[in-house]
């Protein structure tokens, strides 16, 4: 009867695990550890990060049409490479999250954020190069150059979030973490936009072999250049805050200093990944399970699935812009998904288990994908309303809120000495769940 009683009551709020006991890990007691002085300074550059760090992922999936175009005169590269850049993206970023959660002694998040941010710039420009300079390269000799620019991008977006996420939870604020989660969205819904507008406005070439109208590489070469100003302007931002914070590992308050340094050692240890996922345990399973379903289904489907209405009657029907525009619709999703934790009382992070529940629910949105115009087959569902705000859009808020949620809860079960590893290690999670997705989406692409 107690452990009925136990199941029930976890759905409502989540109990403590057996091995994190310790007031440290109880909710209620987390709302009385010191925290700093909320800072909208502060929010705004944790903001601008969150915008840079998956800008230059959504710039490339939103380059779909762009990428088609280049690959189009050989079969296997233009049917492979949308999987082929998420596994490439995705394995790396793991990688290099694993290794980095791994490594935390003697740490300087602040300086990894900086490297990431260097080294986003260096790629994206070669990228906006290569789109004037490289059009006579055949499409085998592009695609491996594509492979190389993803692998240096993708590392440097691993670095970057575990950077990020480590060093914000030194400030024990959620704000600041729904601020990066907010930048995320944000960084899906602008790259799109511009996409859009660079294809409304270049002129553009002769249409392609599917009936879509191929793009200007003066487009594409301004679509990746602005990943660049991004990082640019991120990294002044950042530059800037570091400056009026200069003790980087502080916690900004003579309380929790103090708590600090009655116990010097704790900061010494480097803090088991297995520990962390016992006590984060349904928090980071959602993780994993939302961004495995998400990268299963929507970048693939989405790069193929065309609008029902013919092309001929508005530009809006062409696949180089009703696929941008369907990139649009779930990132607006996904932000809004996002923006939903801001509500007191809507985050699932003090209801891990419910929010685990939820993460295997949305396996259910895979089989709507199939109801519509995939490769232009025909769809059974013949409604481009359908496709757009039923599936695109519910599935972009279901992910937005639910991995806002998991990231911004994790503070809450671990304790004020664990939480720069614990964000390390749910950013870790994140990564492994986007792998796992885009590993399995090549059975989807096939």
């Known amino acids: 009867m107690e452990r009925a009683r136990r199941v029930i009551s976890d759905s409502v709020a989540y109990e403590p695990l057996e091995d994190s006991v310790d007031d440290d890990t109880n909710p209620e007691h987390s709302q009385f550890q010191p925290r700093s002085r909320f800072s909208r300074l502060e929010y705004g550059v944790f903001f ?18 762009y990428f088609h175009q280049r690959f189009e005169s050989n079969e296997w590269t233009a049917t492979h490479y949308q999987p082929s850049i998420m596994s490439v993206s995705t394995v790396t970023n793991l990688i290099s999250a694993y290794i980095l959660a791994r490594v935390q002694k003697n740490v300087s998040y602040p300086w990894r954020v900086t490297l990431a941010l260097l080294m986003n710039c260096f790629f994206f420009t070669l990228l906006a190069i290569s789109t004037i ?9 592009y695609f491996a150059f594509l492979m190389v620019m993803v692998w240096g991008a993708s590392l440097a977006t691993g670095i970057n979030q575990n950077g990020v996420f480590a060093y914000v939870s030194s400030f024990g604020r959620e704000e600041y973490t729904q601020a990066i989660m907010s930048g995320q969205g944000v960084a899906g819904v602008l790259p799109c936009i511009v996409q859009i507008i660079s294809v409304l406005v270049v002129p553009r070439k002769a249409k392609g072999d599917d009936g879509s109208q191929a793009l200007s590489p003066k487009s594409a070469f301004g679509y990746f250049i602005t990943a660049t100003g991004v990082s640019v302007l991120t990294l002044l931002a950042f530059l800037y805050l570091l400056r009026t914070r200069p003790d980087l590992q502080s916690k900004s308050t003579e309380e929790e200093n103090a708590a600090l340094v009655d116990d010097d050692r704790v900061h010494d240890k480097t803090v088991s990944l297995w520990i962390l996922f016992k006590k984060l345990r349904y928090l980071a399973i ?14 693939v489907y989405t790069s193929t699935i065309f609008s029902v209405n013919d092309p001929e009657k508005s530009r809006v029907f062409d696949p180089s812009i009703f696929i941008p525009l369907a990139f649009l619709f779930w990132n607006v999703g996904d932000l809004l998904g996002r923006l939903l934790v801001v509500v007191p009382g809507l985050s699932l992070g003090h209801r891990p288990w419910v929010a685990f529940v939820f993460s295997v629910a949305r396996v259910g949105f895979i089989p709507l994908y199939l109801f519509c115009n995939v490769k232009g087959n025909g769809a059974l569902v013949s409604s481009d309303f359908f496709y757009l705000f039923i599936v695109q859009l519910l599935f972009g808020i279901t992910n937005g809120y639910l991995v806002s949620s998991c990231m911004m809860g994790a503070g809450h079960w671990v304790s004020p000495h664990e939480r720069e590893a614990a964000g390390g290690f749910m950013s870790m999670m994140l990564v492994g769940g986007l792998t796992a997705g885009s590993l399995l989406s090549f059975l989807v692409a096939n």
């Open 286 to 299: 959602a993780v994993f399970l939302c961004f495995t379903v998400t990268m299963l289904a929507f970048p």
């Open 48 to 65: 601008l990060l969150g915008v840079s760090m998956l800008w230059a992922w959504n710039m490339l999936l939103a380059a779909a049409p």
């Open 133 to 141: 300079t490289f059009e006579g390269v055949s499409a085998k000799g």
